[in-house]
């Protein structure tokens, strides 16, 4: 057989007719006449000519042990491992507090009339929206610095010293938050506040998807994942909790003060569980530290078959392998050789985050009031919707290992397209229509969200965390996640137009839901042609797939044979 890797379709039928095939060769292509009617067949040959695992049995062996456990196994025995998972990315229920409660804070009555101005001729303060759209930027832009350095700082230290700091340079840059309302000049301390505050935010954004992944085995790595999209929903969920609580304090500092001062209640016991975390064991094997990587490894677990070497060995043959592709591991090692098609899907699919229609669900008081509703009974939705994302994304976790992620994100965008067209054109009558026409724009807006929780919303993190090379898992997380927020920063300026009656905005107003049907049509045309299914899949077999050019279409069929396997 010729070395190197031969990626080409191959039909059983065509397989059993081939000439110059041995009656041995012949027999086992018969055999999976029916089975490998559709399946692309990688030969991996000897060690020699590329076998990633040679004849190192032993991590054979481990590749294959981690593939063949059934969930209710992994469960029992790698628990360890989902609740330090769990414990690393708490961070984001901090950072969906802070991103909730800043933009809630402008419409907050004492947040008002300790930082805004009141207009001549008027009789309430306001924050200038100059002043709203800096703070929100400076705090992008904070986060923007953090995930450029997530990459850099992660590889050098590792993750357990990269979240220390990270927690340490929270807790100080809350501060001038804290104080600002004490200075002269209170605004202007708020947002460099925020713009300091985005640092650390955009750290834990950079290393939680990677560790979280890096710690987790196969079965275990999609719930991991998935968490993120619950911390994110639970920290709105606190945020608007903290503050409707804070309402009753009639002391307007203090009113300001302890949501502020809540982040303290977790961000101490996290600094400790960050400091016990374990590293991560692909970290400490490419910084030639076996031994502590062992000891890791049997941390995570309780596996009675568990094998440290063979596991060892095989983070060993995917970084001696990926290393031949690229030595680099920063961010330009992301746009060469096959990382670029990595890198596109992990940065399509944050962009598809952004261009499915998002924005209506944090816009949705807005939206349901231009389409009719009383402010009461927008908020009352708002709330109703909040409770059900974070249920639709738990349930996600169970349908995500059945189904895959492939799947699940064509089928989201049907759905989400279908109910954006819906809202879209059922805002054309609910000016001068019946009431009913308000409250059905509002049941698609709450299936639109819960629809978006079940799947892009969650599988978006899963699909990042599995797509990069190891080696370059932190950078290719900043770059999407960096994408996402530019974008985020973008419709700052575009919501507030497409929703706004004129001459404010735009006046598009409910009917701005099909422009989003437009833009999530064009990502569903992109998943079809360039997502490729990694259910199931090892980091070997992925990079494998990845290196053999595999068509996303052909990935779920796709079965990763070696020479010793088909002669």
């Known amino acids: 057989m010729a070395p190197g890797f031969l990626g080409k379709m191959r039909k059983s039928s065509a397989a059993g007719s081939a000439s110059g095939t041995d009656e041995k060769s012949r027999r086992r292509h018969s055999d999976k006449k029916t089975a490998d009617a559709l399946t692309t067949v990688i030969q991996v040959p000897s060690v020699t000519t590329g076998d990633m695992f040679g004849s190192d049995e032993v991590a054979r062996a481990a590749n294959q042990h981690e593939q063949s456990m059934s969930m209710r196994y992994t469960v029992k025995y790698y628990h360890v491992a989902m609740i330090w998972a769990a414990l690393m990315a708490a961070p984001i229920i901090m950072e969906g507090y802070e991103t909730a409660l800043v933009p809630n804070f402008f419409s907050y009555e004492a947040f008002k009339k300790k930082f805004g101005q009141m207009a001549p001729g008027q009789t309430e303060y306001t924050i200038p929206t100059a002043w709203q759209s800096g703070i929100t930027i400076a705090a992008a832009g904070g986060q923007l610095i953090g995930l450029w350095l997530a990459p850099r700082v992660v590889n050098r230290m590792g993750y357990r010293i990269c979240s220390t700091a990270g927690f340490v340079c929270a807790g100080l840059c809350l501060m001038p938050g804290f104080w600002s309302m004490n200075t002269g000049k209170p605004l202007a301390v708020f947002l460099a506040g925020e713009l300091l505050l985005g640092i650390p935010w955009g750290l834990f954004q950079g290393i939680t998807l990677p560790y979280v992944s890096d710690i987790t085995p196969l079965q275990l790595r999609a719930p991991a994942t998935t968490m993120i999209n619950v911390f994110w929903l639970v920290?709105?969920?606190?945020?608007?909790?903290?503050?409707?609580?804070?309402?009753?304090?009639?002391?307007?500092?203090?009113?300001?003060?302890?949501?502020?001062?809540?982040?303290?209640?977790?961000?101490?016991?996290?600094?400790?569980?960050?400091?016990?975390?374990?590293?991560?064991?692909?970290?400490?094997?490419?910084?030639?530290?076996?031994?502590?990587?062992?000891?890791?490894?049997?941390?995570?677990?309780?596996?009675?078959?568990?094998?440290?070497?063979?596991?060892?060995?095989?983070?060993?043959?995917?970084?001696?392998?990926?290393?031949?592709?690229?030595?680099?591991?920063?961010?330009?090692?992301?746009?060469?050789?096959?990382?670029?098609?990595?890198?596109?899907?992990?940065?399509?699919?944050y962009v598809t985050q952004q261009w499915v229609g998002t924005p209506l669900i944090f816009y949705s008081v807005k939206l349901l009031q231009k389409g009719g509703l009383s402010e009461e009974h927008a908020l009352c939705v708002t709330i109703g919707m909040y409770a059900l994302c974070i249920l639709s994304t738990l349930s996600s976790m169970l349908v995500m290992r059945r189904v895959g992620r492939r799947t699940l994100w064509l089928g989201g965008l049907l759905f989400e397209i279908t109910c954006l067209a819906t809202i879209g054109s059922l805002s054309f009558f609910c000016q001068d229509g019946p009431k009913a026409i308000s409250w059905t724009i509002a049941a698609f807006l709450i299936l639109f969200a819960v629809v978006y929780n079940f799947t892009i919303g969650p599988v978006c993190y899963t699909i990042v965390a599995e797509t990069p090379a190891t080696r370059t898992k932190a950078a290719t997380n900043s770059i999407a996640r960096g994408t996402y927020i530019v974008l985020a920063i973008a419709n700052l300026f575009l919501v507030p137009n497409l929703l706004e009656n004129k001459p404010v905005g735009w006046g598009l107003g409910a009917r701005a839901a099909l422009v989003w049907a437009g833009t999530a049509a064009v990502c569903l045309v992109w998943a079809w042609f360039r997502l490729p299914e990694m259910k199931d899949r090892t980091p070997a077999e992925i990079d494998l797939l990845f290196e053999n050019k595999i068509a996303a279409r052909h990935w779920r069929k796709a079965v990763v044979w070696r020479d010793y396997e088909l002669t």
């Open 235 to 349: 920290g709105q969920l606190v945020s608007a909790g903290v503050l409707r609580g804070t309402r009753e304090i009639k002391n307007e500092e203090w009113s300001i003060k302890v949501p502020m001062l809540v982040q303290y209640g977790w961000l101490l016991p996290l600094l400790f569980a960050a400091f016990m975390a374990p590293e991560s064991p692909l970290y400490l094997t490419r910084n030639n530290q076996d031994e502590q990587a062992k000891r890791v490894l049997r941390r995570l677990n309780r596996d009675p078959l568990f094998d440290a070497d063979g596991a060892l060995s095989v983070m060993r043959a995917v970084n001696a392998h990926e290393k031949e592709q690229s030595e680099q591991m920063g961010l330009l090692g992301c746009f060469k050789g096959i990382n670029l098609r990595r890198t596109e899907i992990a940065v399509m699919v």
